[in-house]
């Protein structure tokens, strides 16, 4: 057994390497691995409180059929590490719907995604993917430190809570990469402000 040598060896004695760190700051934000809910959650499954001071901007991303029952059906928390609760209004008849996301310890507000599917004449949803085509987030410093990630915490959330996997597969090979716009090495990017 070794001797502390200094004051921070003595009151830190085991400390934390970085993956360590990331995973505790990934826990504190997300709390722990949630299940795909078996049943729809509703307003009325937690309480919460109403945006302080709201931010909107367009939001253009495609929602995999396949995982839209897992979005609509939403997180209710079951215990104290669950760090979220989410439940989705609609669709209505024209297919637009808007899922919400509240901290669920404080009930607060945090992000709306609202998001758009097709209906058949009976109000059916379609077979088809989905969009999101706005998202609205807190900005008020008393409810969240820091600047948030809006579009990364929807996506972050769904995931983590209820298993809903929206981000695009990526693939790593290089034929796959070769292929796509400006992936070529030792060539220069066209698009004039540095996007692909």
Same mark, same amino acid.
């Given at each position: 057994?070794?001797?502390? #040598?200094?004051?921070?060896?003595?009151?830190? =004695?085991?400390?934390?390497?970085?993956? &360590?760190?990331?995973?505790?700051?990934?826990?504190?934000?997300?709390?722990?691995?949630?299940?795909?809910?078996?049943?729809? %959650?509703?307003?009325?499954?937690? @309480? /919460?409180?109403?945006?302080?001071?709201?931010?909107?901007?367009?939001?253009?991303?495609?929602? !995999?059929?396949?995982?839209? =029952?897992?979005?609509?059906?939403?997180?209710? =928390?079951?215990?104290?590490?669950?760090?979220?609760?989410?439940?989705?209004?609609? !669709?209505?008849? @024209?297919?637009?719907?808007?899922?919400?996301?509240?901290?669920?310890?404080?009930?607060? /507000?945090?992000?709306? %995604?609202? +998001?758009?599917?097709?209906?058949?004449?009976?109000?059916?949803?379609?077979?088809?993917?989905?969009?999101?085509?706005?998202? #609205?987030?807190?900005?008020?410093?008393?409810?969240?430190?820091?600047?948030?990630?809006?579009?990364?915490?929807? +996506?972050?959330?769904?995931?983590?809570?209820?298993?809903? @996997?929206?981000?695009?597969?990526?693939?790593?090979?290089?034929? &796959?990469?070769?292929?796509?716009?400006?992936?070529? @090495?030792?060539? %220069?990017?066209?698009?004039?402000?540095?996007?692909?």
């Amino acid at each position: 057994m070794s001797t502390p #040598t200094t004051a921070d060896d003595t009151t830190y =004695p085991h400390k934390l390497n970085p993956a &360590d760190t990331t995973g505790l700051m990934h826990w504190s934000i997300y709390g722990r691995r949630g299940n795909p809910s078996t049943t729809r %959650a509703t307003a009325s499954s937690w @309480q /919460y409180k109403p945006f302080s001071k709201p931010v909107t901007q367009p939001w253009d991303h495609v929602i !995999p059929y396949s995982e839209l =029952p897992k979005l609509l059906h939403g997180f209710v =928390p079951g215990e104290m590490e669950d760090k979220w609760f989410v439940y989705a209004d609609g !669709p209505d008849a @024209q297919g637009n719907a808007a899922v919400h996301f509240y901290r669920s310890w404080t009930g607060f /507000y945090m992000v709306e %995604a609202k +998001l758009v599917m097709e209906v058949d004449e009976k109000g059916e949803v379609r077979e088809k993917d989905a969009r999101f085509t706005e998202i #609205t987030w807190e900005t008020d410093r008393e409810r969240y430190n820091g600047d948030m990630d809006a579009q990364g915490t929807v +996506l972050a959330v769904a995931e983590w809570c209820m298993m809903c @996997q929206l981000r695009p597969e990526t693939s790593t090979s290089e034929d &796959d990469k070769a292929e796509e716009p400006g992936s070529k @090495q030792g060539e %220069a990017d066209d698009a004039p402000d540095g996007t692909t």
